[in-house]
């Protein structure tokens, strides 16, 4: 039985019409199973001609390899221009390809009538709801509970810390054996508390100055352990894994990103990350993960507090207020 052979021509035309149909088509499919969007993914029309182009190239040196690769493409292509497969197909070819070329520049360079691009927002408010607006942060403005909390357990040295730094604070108090837990932090504010507490007196806004030093301990850390790597440790949008991204982290310390927004819309947007976005966003949605389903109110609202810290940028007051 004589075995089905696919001749150098054929193959180069096959392979350029798969690796178009798997950019064009193929890859989009696969975005949109991957993604779970309602709607794939395009690939953009500079990818697909760099794609193109680099398919013919690979090409061109599989088929000059060779003397014999060279003859066997250009075999069929001599016997058509020669009229071996008919006159009547050779004539239509002949017509119907610098037609299709021609057909081609036209649509390029055509005035065409369309409706306008809708523009991409990288951070779109359309479905940001309106009881975030007037959102505090829970741990910028202590309450009067939260401050006679503090100071029992200060006076006690049972300061509570949240989970993912009370490992470091107890190995750092395992080794260094302080007279007090809050020793941890060399700041003035704490070390006025701790003064404090060994005269018997202490005072609310000293309590409470040192609570905040607490909170942005905590926030700073969250922020290092989720957010650092995207928005970096400057807060610029400039962490290890930025470049990877189509569009860089917002950069917090631009005046224009952080500081003319609200705190319940900063809030928002931590909340609910890029699968929180509305349509606007599309089709290159915000990396950022929806941190609702791994890190508690609070602790959010700790990670903020520290990025408007690392800023230096405080938040647009609402117009409510």
Same mark, same amino acid.
């Given at each position: 039985?004589?075995?089905?052979?696919?001749?150098?021509?054929?193959?180069?035309?096959?392979?350029?019409?798969?690796?178009?149909?798997?950019?064009?088509?193929?890859?989009?499919?696969?975005?949109?199973?991957?993604?779970?969007?309602?709607? /794939?993914?395009?690939?953009?029309?500079?990818?697909?001609?760099?794609?193109?182009?680099?398919?013919?190239?690979?090409?061109?040196?599989?088929?000059?390899?060779?003397?014999?690769?060279?003859?066997?493409?250009?075999?069929?292509?001599?016997?058509?221009?020669?009229?071996?497969?008919?006159?009547?197909?050779?004539?239509?070819?002949?017509?119907?390809?610098?037609?299709?070329?021609? &057909? =081609?520049?036209?649509?390029? @360079?055509?005035?065409?009538?369309?409706?306008?691009?809708?523009?991409?927002?990288?951070?779109?408010?359309?479905?940001?709801?309106?009881?975030?607006?007037?959102? =505090?942060?829970?741990?910028?403005?202590?309450?009067?509970?939260? %401050?006679?909390?503090?100071?029992?357990?200060?006076? $006690?040295?049972?300061?509570?810390?949240?989970?993912?730094?009370?490992? #470091?604070?107890?190995?750092?108090?395992?080794?260094?054996?302080?007279?007090?837990?809050?020793?941890?932090?060399?700041?003035?504010?704490?070390? =006025?508390?701790?003064? =404090?507490?060994?005269?018997?007196?202490?005072?609310?806004?000293?309590?409470?100055?040192?609570?905040?030093?607490?909170?942005?301990?905590?926030?700073?850390?969250?922020?290092?352990?989720?957010?650092?790597?995207?928005?970096? #440790?400057?807060?610029?949008?400039?962490?290890?894994?930025?470049?990877?991204?189509?569009?860089?982290?917002?950069?917090?310390?631009?005046?224009?990103? %952080?500081?003319?927004?609200?705190?319940?819309?900063?809030?928002?947007?931590?909340?609910?990350?890029? /699968?929180?976005? /509305?349509?606007?966003?599309?089709?290159?949605?915000? $990396?950022?993960?929806? &941190?609702?389903?791994?890190?508690?109110?609070?602790?959010?609202?700790?990670?903020?507090?520290?990025?408007?810290?690392?800023?230096?940028? @405080?938040?647009?007051?609402?117009?409510?207020?």
């Amino acid at each position: 039985m004589k075995k089905l052979r696919i001749g150098g021509f054929l193959s180069v035309v096959v392979t350029l019409v798969f690796v178009y149909a798997l950019v064009k088509w193929g890859i989009p499919a696969v975005s949109r199973e991957v993604t779970t969007l309602p709607f /794939p993914l395009p690939v953009p029309g500079a990818l697909m001609f760099i794609y193109m182009v680099l398919t013919v190239i690979a090409l061109f040196l599989f088929v000059t390899f060779s003397d014999e690769g060279l003859d066997d493409f250009l075999r069929p292509v001599k016997k058509f221009l020669r009229g071996g497969y008919g006159k009547i197909p050779r004539a239509a070819v002949l017509v119907a390809v610098p037609a299709l070329i021609g &057909w =081609q520049f036209y649509e390029i @360079t055509v005035p065409k009538v369309e409706v306008p691009a809708s523009l991409r927002i990288q951070h779109p408010s359309s479905n940001f709801p309106k009881s975030f607006e007037a959102k =505090q942060n829970l741990v910028a403005n202590p309450t009067d509970a939260q %401050i006679d909390a503090f100071i029992e357990q200060a006076k $006690a040295n049972e300061v509570q810390f949240i989970p993912q730094v009370q490992e #470091d604070v107890e190995n750092w108090s395992d080794e260094m054996d302080p007279d007090h837990v809050l020793e941890f932090f060399p700041v003035e504010p704490v070390k =006025q508390l701790l003064a =404090q507490l060994e005269s018997g007196t202490v005072e609310k806004e000293t309590a409470k100055a040192a609570l905040m030093e607490k909170n942005l301990f905590e926030g700073r850390a969250l922020y290092a352990m989720n957010c650092r790597p995207c928005h970096g #440790d400057s807060v610029a949008g400039d962490g290890p894994m930025a470049d990877g991204f189509k569009l860089r982290p917002i950069d917090f310390t631009d005046n224009g990103t %952080i500081e003319t927004i609200v705190e319940g819309y900063t809030f928002w947007r931590v909340t609910n990350g890029g /699968p929180g976005l /509305p349509t606007e966003a599309t089709p290159w949605d915000s $990396a950022m993960p929806e &941190w609702k389903l791994s890190l508690t109110e609070e602790e959010r609202w700790k990670i903020i507090l520290a990025e408007y810290d690392l800023a230096q940028k @405080t938040p647009r007051i609402p117009e409510s207020h």
